[in-house]
């Protein structure tokens, strides 16, 4: 697997080594205010546009079409998305496979550091905190959205081509698809292998409208309850899904996970990776992880923003690599030397063998 680099200020880079850990920020929270907001943009858009796709998914429903239809009247798909979004945290740890590239010391790194990591062995070693199998864990390329946001021009990485990863499993969508391909009555494994985000929304649009039907069927919900109640009873089902039903599970899985991808290519340039994790949980409550609060300090001013850690020294031990100084640091008034020698010592002090290059930046930056 590929090295990635996270370009950090001194006060980030201090609390990595200091604490052994890494922080992974609340998806709402990131530099770009449209960043995790593409998504529902995308999908809301398309539907308008498609809007013959619901009444004639709706009509080929076999039971309660009626009542289904007036569910979907005031419980959308749209509606549920934002629903997911609002319950459920996305955080990422966001890197590049650019080193040294002086617009992210401007905007990321100034007077800061770069890490460069080893992306498998940190993936292993955040898959190994987990504690529940309802914890995911994926590393992916950022979807790059066009401006005009349409859909039929963007591309996504299929199933087969995308690592889930949870407790008990390394690659959970190839493990479903395997299965589904070994059982012969089963005939969904074809979703696995598009790249198309709108087979994707039209696949999540029908598998929401037999949701509420089943849901219906069973009287699990009804016309009088209250939307948020019918979004939880389709979030459980949707999870509750299994066998050759897995596809169900992993499309709303996948959809939670390209909310926190896609994002405008104004930002292409950066040539974003980045780690997301989260719990297909909605109770907050019942967390595997709890969140934490710091300040993040950015050129138009500071606030406070939510994330969560994965702390644990051999995870840094084994997936550190290299560390590489701002150029800034080229004004300061030291022997670069005597710099770069220190810092060798600090990374001794906290555990750190001589494996970690320290070394500095080929550019310089005027004062």
Same mark, same amino acid.
Request: hydrophobic share 35%; with cysteine; charged share 25%.
């Given at each position: =697997?590929?090295?990635?680099?996270?370009?950090?200020?001194?006060?980030?880079?201090?609390? +990595?080594?200091?604490?052994?850990?890494?922080?992974?920020? !609340?998806?709402?929270?990131?530099?770009? #205010?449209?960043?995790?907001?593409?998504?529902?943009?995308?999908?809301?858009?398309?539907?308008?546009?498609?809007?013959?796709?619901?009444?004639?998914? +709706?009509?080929?429903?076999?039971?309660? *079409? !009626? *009542?289904?239809? &007036? +569910?979907?009247?005031?419980?959308?798909?749209?509606?549920?998305?934002?629903?997911?979004?609002?319950?459920?945290?996305?955080?990422?740890?966001?890197?590049?496979?650019?080193?040294?590239?002086?617009?992210?010391?401007? &905007?990321?790194?100034?007077?800061? =550091?770069?890490?460069?990591?080893?992306?498998?062995?940190?993936?292993?070693?955040?898959?190994?905190?987990?504690? /529940?199998? @309802?914890?995911?864990?994926?590393?992916?390329?950022?979807?790059?959205?066009?401006?005009?946001?349409?859909?039929?021009?963007?591309?996504?990485?299929?199933?087969?081509?995308?690592?889930?990863?949870? @407790?008990?499993?390394?690659?959970?969508?190839?493990?479903?698809?395997?299965?589904?391909?070994?059982?012969?009555?089963?005939?969904?494994?074809?979703?696995?292998?598009?790249?198309?985000?709108?087979?994707?929304?039209?696949?999540?649009?029908?598998?929401?409208?037999?949701?509420? @039907?089943?849901?219906?069927?069973?009287?699990?919900?009804?016309?009088?309850?209250?939307?948020?109640?019918?979004?939880?009873?389709?979030?459980?089902?949707?999870? !509750?899904? &299994?066998?050759?039903?897995?596809?169900?599970?992993?499309?709303?899985?996948?959809?939670?996970?390209?909310?926190?991808?896609? *994002?405008?290519?104004?930002? @292409?340039?950066?040539?974003?990776?980045?780690?997301?994790?989260?719990?297909?949980? +909605?109770?907050?409550?019942? /967390?595997?992880?709890?969140?934490?609060?710091?300040?993040?300090?950015?050129?138009?001013? !500071?606030?406070?923003? #939510?994330?969560?850690?994965?702390? &644990?020294?051999? =995870?840094?031990?084994?997936?550190?690599?290299?560390?590489?100084?701002? #150029?800034? /640091?080229?004004?300061? #008034?030291?022997?670069?030397?005597?710099?770069?020698? =220190?810092? *060798?010592?600090?990374?001794?002090?906290?555990?750190?063998?001589?494996?970690?290059?320290?070394?500095?930046?080929?550019?310089?930056?005027?004062?």
């Amino acid at each position: =697997m590929k090295n990635f680099y996270h370009y950090t200020n001194l006060e980030g880079f201090e609390g +990595i080594i200091n604490n052994k850990s890494i922080r992974m920020t !609340e998806s709402d929270f990131l530099n770009d #205010p449209d960043d995790c907001q593409l998504f529902v943009e995308l999908v809301n858009s398309y539907l308008e546009t498609h809007q013959k796709l619901i009444s004639d998914s +709706i009509s080929k429903i076999n039971s309660n *079409k !009626e *009542k289904v239809y &007036n +569910i979907y009247n005031k419980c959308n798909l749209i509606d549920y998305i934002k629903f997911i979004h609002k319950n459920i945290n996305l955080y990422v740890f966001s890197m590049t496979e650019i080193d040294d590239y002086m617009s992210f010391w401007n &905007n990321y790194g100034y007077g800061g =550091m770069e890490l460069e990591f080893s992306i498998g062995s940190l993936i292993n070693s955040i898959k190994r905190t987990f504690t /529940s199998e @309802k914890e995911f864990l994926t590393y992916s390329h950022v979807i790059y959205a066009n401006k005009e946001l349409d859909v039929n021009k963007i591309k996504v990485p299929n199933f087969s081509k995308f690592k889930l990863i949870n @407790k008990i499993s390394k690659n959970l969508f190839k493990e479903h698809q395997s299965f589904i391909d070994n059982n012969s009555d089963c005939n969904n494994s074809q979703l696995y292998s598009t790249s198309s985000l709108d087979t994707f929304i039209d696949t999540y649009l029908n598998s929401f409208l037999h949701s509420l @039907k089943y849901l219906l069927n069973n009287k699990k919900i009804d016309e009088d309850m209250d939307s948020d109640e019918i979004f939880k009873e389709v979030f459980k089902n949707d999870w !509750e899904c &299994n066998d050759k039903l897995f596809w169900k599970r992993d499309l709303t899985l996948y959809m939670i996970v390209l909310s926190v991808l896609i *994002k405008c290519d104004t930002y @292409k340039y950066e040539n974003e990776h980045r780690i997301v994790y989260f719990e297909y949980n +909605i109770n907050s409550d019942n /967390s595997a992880k709890s969140e934490e609060y710091a300040i993040k300090h950015i050129f138009s001013g !500071e606030f406070i923003y #939510p994330y969560i850690t994965f702390e &644990n020294l051999e =995870m840094l031990r084994n997936s550190l690599k290299s560390i590489t100084i701002s #150029p800034i /640091s080229s004004n300061l #008034p030291f022997n670069k030397d005597v710099y770069k020698s =220190m810092l *060798k010592k600090y990374l001794s002090k906290n555990g750190f063998d001589s494996s970690v290059d320290v070394k500095f930046s080929k550019h310089n930056i005027r004062w």
